[in-house]
């Protein structure tokens, strides 16, 4: 029950902070509200840049094994 306990207690501490700490951090920053701001106008979403290229990385990765294979 006390790993219950502190898993909830971490969990629920993690969403406070990700959910309202950090926001206000960011918008009372200048450097930080700054690009979060040009991000909301522009309709950038984040979380899409994670794999864009992947095609880019296959093909290097078929490259290097390639070249690796020859010698």
Not at 11 to 35: A, C, D, E, R, W
Not at 47 to 59: A, G, I, L, Q, W
Request: some cysteine.
């Amino acid at each position: 029950m006390n790993r219950i306990t502190r898993f909830v207690m971490v969990m629920g501490f993690s969403l406070i902070l990700v959910y309202s700490v950090l926001p206000k951090i960011t918008h009372s920053v200048g450097f930080l509200n700054n690009p979060s701001q040009f991000i909301t106008e522009k309709g950038i979403n984040p979380s899409n840049y994670y794999c864009t290229d992947v095609e880019k990385v296959m093909e290097s990765e078929f490259y290097l094994r390639t070249v690796l294979k020859d010698e």
